[in-house]
């Protein structure tokens, strides 16, 4: 079975880090676009940040900026999520995708992605 596994999600204060990891099990996608999303309660799943085919590109949601770096180790095949200067309103279920079809462009609509993980919750308190 294709799937996503998460992990490092947690509590934290405001002003610390986490660290979410995202490996690939049952099928490796070394090359391929990668991005996480992030949803709050009553709110639509929303972009955070994302790259292209192997990598090329990444974006990040203005929001993020500065904050938090994506980064991938294909020996490991898992991407990470690495969150610092956290702020409460970061708080949510983070999600790690992947575009199973090669793109070039970086994709930041969930639509653009067909492969999820399970979801980790990330709670930052003031």
């Known amino acids: 079975q294709v799937q996503l596994v998460q992990s490092g999600g947690g509590l934290v204060q405001a002003g610390g880090s986490l660290k979410l990891s995202c490996t690939d099990s049952?099928?490796?996608?070394?090359?391929?676009?990668r991005g996480w999303f992030r949803q709050a309660p009553g709110k639509e799943r929303e972009f955070v940040a994302a790259?292209?085919?192997?990598?090329?590109?990444?974006r990040y949601a203005d929001f993020v900026k500065g904050r938090f770096t994506l980064s991938r180790d294909n020996d490991k095949n898992t991407v990470y999520l690495q969150m610092n200067s956290l702020k409460p309103e970061d708080t949510a279920v983070y999600y790690c995708?992947?575009?199973?079809?090669?793109?070039?462009?970086?994709?930041?609509?969930?639509?653009?992605?067909?492969?999820w993980g399970q979801g980790t919750q990330v709670t930052v308190s003031s």
């Open positions: 995708a992947v575009r199973s079809s090669h793109t070039i462009i970086t994709r930041t609509a969930p639509a653009d992605y067909d492969v």
């Open positions: 049952g099928r490796t996608f070394t090359s391929h676009a």
């Open positions: 790259f292209n085919w192997k990598a090329t590109d990444t």
